[in-house]
């Protein structure tokens, strides 16, 4: 089976993007494994599949697939990554599309100077939303975690995200402490991880350890995540400067049940076929 993709890149979150209207896709977990694959494959964080909408209000259905072939819910360089491939592709002639996730409908929109803002819907924070275990909703939570306990805030931006406020986030521990809350047992879907350096009231540094892929240069959800989780703190303003390893976000959040707005770039790298 020959199978045409996009090879793509937010801030050096990258991407294989799969056509899924004008090809068939449907491929196992084994399969999207091998095309993530850095050695045998293509090589990327994540692999997202453009489809037709399942509902009338949508444009576009937008399914991601992480390095270890599990679907997740949502994520953000992706979002960005997938306005400008189906606007580029001719897939539609609008700068402003709706896109059907699995955590809900989200609104992408191509600007005039070629970033992308989207429109990441309200964090929720909720336990039995995130999901984690605990009794009830709290600022921050302790979690035991390699004979320590580690502050954490915890949220979901449509996936999970555990966000700590670290003092360097180049020296931080995100090899070791990274997999380790990814699989505790009070997030039972597992979660993102997010190590936040806060620079000042409006720039923070962020190196994400991300749900089934590692640690990636870049995380969308997980800037908003980390910033949202800032706000709540009273660290941070409305309006962040996120650095990340492979570049830099700017996210705004006005508070609680207002939508989250991330903007950054979207680049195509190369195109390709290749034999599954």
Not at 120 to 146: C, H, K, N, S
Not at 206 to 227: I, K, M, N, Q, Y
């Amino acid at each position: 089976m020959k199978l045409k993709f996009t090879k793509m890149h937010g801030l050096g979150n990258d991407f294989v993007v799969l056509d899924g209207i004008s090809q068939s896709v449907h491929l196992s977990e084994a399969q999207f494994r091998f095309l993530a694959d850095r050695h045998f494959g293509v090589g990327c964080d994540q692999i997202l599949l453009v489809e037709k909408p399942t509902k009338d209000a949508a444009d576009f259905r937008y399914r991601i697939f992480n390095a270890d072939g599990g679907e997740v819910e949502q994520c953000g360089n992706g979002a960005r990554c997938f306005v400008r491939f189906v606007h580029d592709k001719g897939l539609t002639q609008k700068t402003e599309i709706s896109v059907e996730t699995a955590s809900g409908t989200i609104y992408p929109r191509l600007e005039a100077d070629g970033q992308v803002t989207v429109n990441m819907g309200a964090p929720r924070f909720e336990p039995e939303q995130i999901p984690f275990v605990a009794p009830r909703r709290a600022l921050t939570y302790p979690l035991p975690v390699d004979d320590q306990i580690i502050d954490i805030s915890a949220l979901s931006m449509g996936n999970p995200h555990a966000v700590l406020v670290v003092h360097d986030a180049d020296s931080a521990r995100v090899g070791e402490h990274g997999p380790l809350i990814e699989n505790h047992l009070a997030f039972p879907a597992r979660v993102n991880v997010g190590f936040m350096q806060i620079v000042d009231r409006g720039h923070i540094r962020l190196r994400v350890f991300e749900r089934g892929s590692g640690e990636t240069l870049a995380c969308g959800t997980g800037a908003c995540a980390a910033a949202v989780a800032g706000i709540t703190r009273g660290l941070l303003d409305a309006k962040v400067e996120v650095s990340t390893r492979g570049g830099i976000l700017t996210i705004r959040w006005d508070g609680e049940g207002q939508a989250v707005w991330m903007t950054g770039p979207a680049e195509t790298v190369f195109e390709g076929e290749i034999n599954l």
